[in-house]
């Protein structure tokens, strides 16, 4: 049990790009906070997702007086999704006494590569998206709100392929990075637990295009599902050259998978593609579906899961900040953020003792060009 719980605060949000070094006169006047993400490179794609929720968090925040009537300000960083830009600029980052707390990053091995710097300074670092349950256990300090690889992929394999689906097995993608691997022990010890056959496992690397080769070892098996784990790219490229290979069954990429990028880039194939997801956009959600047009408004692009954790963490760290009154510190607002407990987009933000938000998930599938709900959180239950 690694934390002890108290209240939760965050501050409030006023974007600034600045590279920030030392205090500052305006210090007393304002929360700073930094935000890192990857901004260029292959991942860009997450970026643009996370700055554009925490903008619109943030100017609701300021809007609505800010903490305690001091500006939230973020600075955002460039990881590029690389762990060792991410651990460098950790250092520049908790070296900085300006800042009360950082956010990010995308990848779970890039926050892994962080944690250690975070931790030792005694400095709040907050994923919205890192699923690796040992991310959050790697010290007092990290905490993750995705929902964790423990929960996530033995949905997949109990409630959609077997209880759903009627599959008694599956073929399996995954990423060859410490993310793919926890997610693979997962769903295999799930699988093995509820009498679920894996016929096959095939790593891949992130960016992978060319699956000709791994689809046909696949196929070897004749599993009656496949499952990948994997980034939006790499899922749709699978998908594709396994529709166009004339590999006609059931395919589910990863919740995290699911994106904007994934559904352009399969097209046509995207129809009949399933994946679970804490939530599902409609109208009876009044909130989510407001922030939604308001996020394509300011985007361009259409709100996933990942605009909605952005936007959620930013709140939540206002609140917490709020919560620590006169006496916000690195260490009152790590105090304050482990005792949380607030309703917010995705419903309610409280941390379980090692530092994670537990999620529950629905069935979701596309099909005419949107996903609709299938099943929805009482499925577990049935």
């Known amino acids: 049990m690694k934390k002890t719980i108290s209240a939760l605060g965050f501050a409030v949000l006023a974007l600034a790009f600045t590279n920030c070094a030392g205090k500052s006169k305006e210090q007393a006047n304002e929360v700073r906070i930094a935000f890192t993400t990857p901004l260029t490179g292959d991942y860009a794609e997450y ?24 500006p939230l300000v973020i600075d955002f960083y460039d990881t590029k999704a690389d762990p060792k ?44 998206t890192a699923s690796n349950p040992a991310f959050a256990e790697m010290g007092e300090y990290l905490f993750a709100m995705y929902g964790t690889q423990a929960d996530d992929a033995p949905y997949v394999a109990q409630y959609i392929i077997q209880k759903y689906l009627g599959a008694k097995s599956a073929g399996l993608i995954y990423l060859n990075t410490d993310w793919g691997h926890s997610a693979l022990r997962f769903f295999k010890e799930k699988a093995a637990e509820i009498g679920l056959t894996v016929t096959a496992e095939e790593p891949i690397s992130e960016g992978e295009k060319d699956f000709k080769a791994i689809i046909a070892k696949l196929r070897r098996g004749n599993p009656d599902v496949l499952y990948i784990m994997a980034n939006a790219s790499e899922a749709a490229n699978a998908i594709i050259q396994a529709r166009t ?90 105090d304050k953020l482990a005792a949380i407990n607030i309703q917010t987009l995705l419903g309610n933000y409280k941390f379980d003792e090692s530092g994670k938000i537990r999620r529950v998930y629905k069935i979701v599938g596309y099909k005419d060009g949107g996903w609709a709900e299938i099943k929805g959180y009482n499925y577990i239950n049935e």
């Open 245 to 334: 290979s004339g590999w006609d069954l059931p395919v589910i990429p990863s919740s995290s998978a699911v994106t904007d990028q994934l559904i352009t880039m399969l097209g046509a194939y995207a129809d009949g593609i399933l994946t679970n997801q804490v939530y599902n956009l409609s109208p009876d959600d009044k909130a989510v579906w407001d922030f939604s047009i308001q996020f394509k408004e300011r985007a361009g692009v259409p709100m996933v899961y990942f605009s909605l954790l952005a936007y959620d963490a930013v709140w939540a760290v206002s609140e917490a900040a709020r919560a620590c009154g006169d006496d916000l510190s690195r260490k009152s607002f790590r």
């Open 47 to 70: 970026g643009v997702h996370f700055k554009n929720a925490a903008t619109l968090s943030l100017e609701r925040i300021n809007a609505e007086g800010g903490i305690n009537g001091k």
């Open 85 to 128: 830009e991410n651990a460098e600029l950790a250092r520049k980052i908790t070296q900085d006494e300006r800042y009360v707390m950082a956010l990010g990053d995308f990848t779970t091995s890039s926050c892994m590569a962080a944690a250690p710097i975070y931790e030792d300074a005694g400095m709040v670092y907050l994923s919205p």
